[in-house]
């Protein structure tokens, strides 16, 4: 029984106009808030912009490509850090796609019964709540002796592929990538088992009707039908280890340089900031905001592009 | 199917040995490795963390402050003091403005372009890179009030904080049922009484959950504190000076070459992983018992 504009408005008027404001006001004071969040990130992108700009008019584009980073001279390039970066993120993509949607198909398809299932997928979730700074203190002392063997044996084997072409010695670009790659691991798995689970059931039936095994329904209907989410979560999983610091920077050497091996120790613009953030002054500061900027960008992208991704496959569920 | 054949026995039973159902089988292992390897680091780290971190967990830890080099015993005091309070601001600033937004987005602008607009937004904020939060307060508070504190700390981590709360209370309050705010409005509560009378109330179990969660991560972030609280050996006294926290000392003292202090960062290590598996497991808890 709808009430007509006139009831509604007599039953408005029926109170205070202070009241009536007042309630207004708290709808407004909500959507400020509100509009706040989404504020809170044009002023990052504003503020640490604005603090670069020294470095930007000293340097220009040739920051990104100058791998010279020089506090007595003042002179500042960044590229073994956004090398580092990359190819650290790589590795991890590398290691943990696979696994991560073979974890997805694991807990989204029929293989297990629910009780076991669920407990599974807590697991999994709970590897991603797991401190970044202990994953970090676990790989300097668990990972990093047991990453060595088998970096030495491939080294003395393979030795002439440029990729194992020095001897680890600890820390280095591979430790950095596998530590990403367990870090970002629930990732993937937690959003290709949505868009795995988000496929039409009438999709599987009609596949095994039609005599279909379980993985020819898999790889023929069901992945295709996932793949965008899919690879919505690959994008933001790469932005996470794109920008992920404490790990990283204790695992992966902090050296500021570019080499092919990956047994060699790197950095990555994340660790470089957490390196000399601390102590820097007058320019350096503008670069490593510079630097920072540039990592804000990078991830940014990566992330609005995956959550435009992601978001097409919930609409149309 | 290019490869059907006339029945040979009329047995529905596959034959093992059929490429196809060879395929499907080798696949499926495949599948089941896959979950085994997921989980192999999630339990190496638990166990290492806990056989190297236990043998500290003792009063001590909790009541003296963090030894020097080169000097024995000590404990996480102030470290955990630190925690207590960058989390503690963290969480002050970012709960109401968090429930705050998530009421606009739940309450009054559902399902319109504005609430997608933000929406957008809080889950692209949510991937800004930590340390880039910690960039951002560095230069917005740190260089303003000329001193690294306890406070900007806690405002980095509420930066991070903020998106994951807007996102659990916006789900908690958009699963209330429609006909509480109904009878509410039909008993001339105005927007204001509604939603802070009816719906909230409504929707607490799911929002504390979420901020329990957040919490938890909050207190093992560590690169938004780096060069916000910076760290500090000993206790404090109020919120504008330096400090250091749990997750600070953890990585000074992991990269340290003294054993003593590398089990003080073991010992942190678990008191942080047990953080997050009790919140964890009671979030779990919460929402299991709601169905």
Redesign the interface.
Known sequence: MALSNQQVSE?KRA?SPL?RQ??NG??W???L??????L??V??AI??G??ALPAIQQFGVGFLTSSRWDPVEDIYGALPQIYGTLVSSLIALLIAM??????A???SED?LPNKIQRP?V??????A??????????G???LIPILRNMGVALNAGLGWIPLFSTRPTGPGMYVAGVILA?MI??II?AISRDALVAVPPELRQASYG???????T?FKVILPAAFSGIVGGIM?AM??A?????ATT?VIGNANKINPSLFDQGSTI?SL??NQ??EASGLQISS??YA?FV??LI??I???L??LVV?RVRMKV | MSDSQPFISRSLHRNPWAPRTLFSNVMTGLAIACAVIAIVPLVAVLLYVLINGVSRLDLNLFTQVQPPPRVLNGGLGNALQGTLYTVGIATLLAVPFGVMAAVFLSEFVRDTRLARWIGFATNVLSGVPSIVAGTFIYSAIVLTTKTFSAFSGGVALAILMLPVIVRTATEALELVPSELRQAAVGLGATRFQTVAGVVLPAALPGIITGVMLSVARAAGETAPVLFTALGWPTWIQNIWQQTNTLSLLVYKFATAPYPNQQQLAWAGSLLLVLLVLVTNILARFFIRRKI
Do not use: Q
Not at chain 1, 98 to 103: A, E, N, T
Not at chain 1, 129 to 138: D, H, K, N, Q
């Open positions: 039953i109170r009241a007042l309630d708290f709808v004071l909500t959507g808030f509100a509009v706040g969040v989404a809170v990130l002023a990052i503020r640490v604005w603090e696979p696994i991560g949607i073979g974890v198909i694991f807990l293989f599974i807590f697991m999994v979730e709970l590897l709540a797991i401190p970044s700074v202990v994953y970090g203190l676990w300097i002392f668990v367990i691991l629930p798995a039609l005599g279909a095994t379980r993985w020819e898999l933001l932005g996470r794109m920008g992920e610091t404490m204790m994340a900031l957490a953030f601390a490593l905001m920072a990592l804000f991830t940014l990566v992330n609005v995956a959550e978001r």
